[in-house]
């Protein structure tokens, strides 16, 4: 158990499944102050990246400076973590780590939008379907703190954030009276 007084909250997902969304909500509705790190944002503008892959529209992040560069921020507790791939952080530094879940034709059409390359497109729906990231967050985290969650509808969406919000007050009862 870590000293935090609020908890590091990761929410993964494949990209498109709304992992923004609901750390934008998530953030909006909290009782207690959350800071929303949109992952791959930080990454762009702090230039924690090697190159930007041109075939695969992606950066090649380096890892190591993000995570030293995190590190910090996470310490003092209160962030949600918003990012496809939750695996290079460490075990230590979550409470929850949310997997956000969606039908892969919905996926399909919500990538599509973006205008993203075929290729990529395809490549992300297959992870979806294979649950990739799901697979990566069990391997990863204790079961107990890995929650699978359906973000299909905005009704999905705001009961996920009432969940994720009944959780924080539950783990902060738990700290005060284990203390
Ligand atoms: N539960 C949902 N119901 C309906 N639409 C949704 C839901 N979640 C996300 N969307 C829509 O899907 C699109 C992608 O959402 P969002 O940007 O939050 O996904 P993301 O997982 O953060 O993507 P990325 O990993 O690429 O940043 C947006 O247009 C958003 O409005």
């Not at 699978?148 to 738990?174: A, C, G, Y």
Request: proline share 3%.
């Amino acid at each position: 158990m870590t000293d935090r007084t609020s908890p590091v909250i990761i929410i993964t997902g494949t990209p498109g499944t709304g992992k923004s969304s609901h750390a934008h909500l998530l953030a909006e509705e909290s009782s207690i102050p959350l800071q929303h790190i949109n992952v791959g944002d930080f990454v762009k503008e702090k230039g924690l990246y090697d190159n930007f892959d041109e075939e695969w529209q992606s950066y090649n992040v380096d890892e190591d400076q993000l995570l030293d560069e995190l590190e910090p921020l996470v310490a003092k507790g209160g962030v949600i973590l918003d990012w496809h791939s939750c695996e290079v952080f460490p075990e230590r530094w979550a409470d929850l780590v949310v997997v956000l879940r969606c039908d892969h034709s919905k996926l399909w059409e919500r990538l599509e939008k973006r205008s993203y390359p075929l290729k990529k497109i395809q490549e992300n729906n297959e992870a979806e379907i294979m649950q990739v990231v799901l697979e990566e967050a069990r391997a990863s985290y204790a079961q107990e703190i890995v929650v699978e969650l359906k973000s299909e509808s905005m009704e999905d969406m705001e009961s996920n954030v009432q969940r994720i919000i009944e959780w924080i007050k539950s783990w902060q009862s738990q700290r005060t009276s284990s203390s």
